[in-house]
């Protein structure tokens, strides 16, 4: 897969606070594949495939017939939740290389308010799956469900809460400069996040994404197609998918309780780029919440557990000169809940260097999907120097 393929366009609606989007999920994702059309320099008609996750309720046959496509040649999902948005890029990218569409468009939308709100347990009318286990319990939300896998991990291994604070404030740092995100002109300070309530400790309401009414995409074609177009391309260098041994063994009975669901991913990622994690120059990771986030990084390899005291702390988070940059779109915690999709988006954006964060020649974008859920997926980006 390395170099084969790359992201030739990105595109995105309006972010809006849940529940008060004027437009449909459907013509919310429309809009979002028109733009990225439009990014890319290609005519929308041209578009042959479309890949998605998470059972995302916009009907590819139904996008085909509204966009006016020639030929709907893929359609493809994948399972999970927030970790499936890499996957369906690479998921993209094997289907271009495999010759079974020519332009595949990966998006994902969003709008809260005909469906409930994602965080909200009472707005859940039945509980199935794992969720069906854990809600006798008290355990309504994914927050609650996780936060046990974070506070074992931060136990197992002496990581202070001050972590997660820093991570918090990289994102809202970023989201200061991106006129894009929901928190722009919002700055958060330290003592605002500390006196901010809890949600599930060691959660604060700053440590949990947003939840908003959007959609994003991007494209994915051929290497050799991608020359030919407007913009740079975004290669990509490596994916990986799937999850550790017994992850998510029900319910909460996995041998590796305190993962991100990472630690076999990662070393597959690294290995099919041919890079390390000392190689990236800026890093994209999904936060449902920032515990998440610090095991996720942890577990790719960015620091030892017991470097993470002195690894997360705001100025190694923040661009343009931080060890790792990190979510320098403001990611979900404070541009806009997108899923995910965001935080690839924001990667090709590093690598073509228009970032409103942008991070100094940076040439690998590291974008990881979907800590704590299984299946997790992951993709390394890179421009023509890295190939």
């Given at each position: ?385 890295t190939l």
């Amino acid at each position: 897969m390395r170099g084969r393929t790359a992201i030739v366009g990105i595109g995105a609606s309006t972010f809006h606070k849940r529940g008060t989007s004027p437009d449909s999920e459907f013509k919310l994702t429309l809009k979002a594949v028109l733009a990225a059309a439009e990014d890319a320099g290609i005519d929308p008609h041209k578009i042959d495939g479309f890949a998605s996750f998470n059972f995302d309720r916009t009907d590819p046959s139904r996008m085909a017939a509204a966009l006016g496509i020639d030929e709907l040649r893929f359609a493809n999902l994948f399972w999970g939740g927030g970790g499936g948005g890499a996957a369906a890029v690479a998921n993209a990218a094997a289907a271009v290389i495999a010759g079974l569409a020519s332009c595949v468009v990966v998006y994902r939308g969003i709008v809260q308010g005909p469906d409930g709100r994602y965080g909200d347990g009472r707005t859940i009318g039945a509980y199935g799956r794992d969720a069906a286990y854990l809600a006798p319990y008290g355990l309504m939300t994914p927050i609650q469900w996780y936060t046990m896998r974070v506070v074992r991990f931060m136990h197992e291994h002496g990581i202070a809460r001050d972590a997660l604070r820093a991570i918090s404030m990289a994102s809202y740092h970023h989201a200061q400069a991106n006129p894009r995100a929901v928190m722009h002109g919002r700055p958060l300070t330290e003592q605002a996040y500390e006196e901010s309530r809890w949600i599930v400790e060691p959660h604060h309401l700053f440590d949990c994404c947003m939840e908003n009414d959007c959609a994003a995409a991007v494209i994915v074609m051929s290497a050799e197609a991608a020359k030919d177009l407007k913009q740079k391309p975004a290669y990509i260098l490596g994916a990986a998918q799937g999850s550790e041994y017994r992850n998510q063994a029900r319910v909460h009975n996995a041998p590796r309780y305190g993962s991100a669901s990472f630690s076999s991913v990662g070393p597959r990622l690294f290995a099919e780029a041919g890079v390390t994690p000392a190689d990236v120059d800026v890093a994209q990771t999904y936060e449902n919440f920032t515990g998440g986030v610090l095991m996720s990084l942890i577990e790719h390899g960015f620091c030892a557990p017991e470097e993470a005291n002195d690894f997360f702390k705001l100025e190694n988070l923040i661009a343009p000169s931080g060890r790792l940059p990190l979510n320098t779109s403001g990611g979900n915690l404070a541009e806009a809940y997108v899923h995910g999709m965001g935080h690839i988006l924001e990667g090709v954006r590093q690598i073509r260097g228009t970032s409103t964060s942008q991070v100094p020649g940076a040439s690998i974008a590291f974008v990881g999907s979907g800590p704590m859920v299984s299946p997790v997926s992951d993709l390394l980006l890179g421009n023509g120097n890295t190939l």
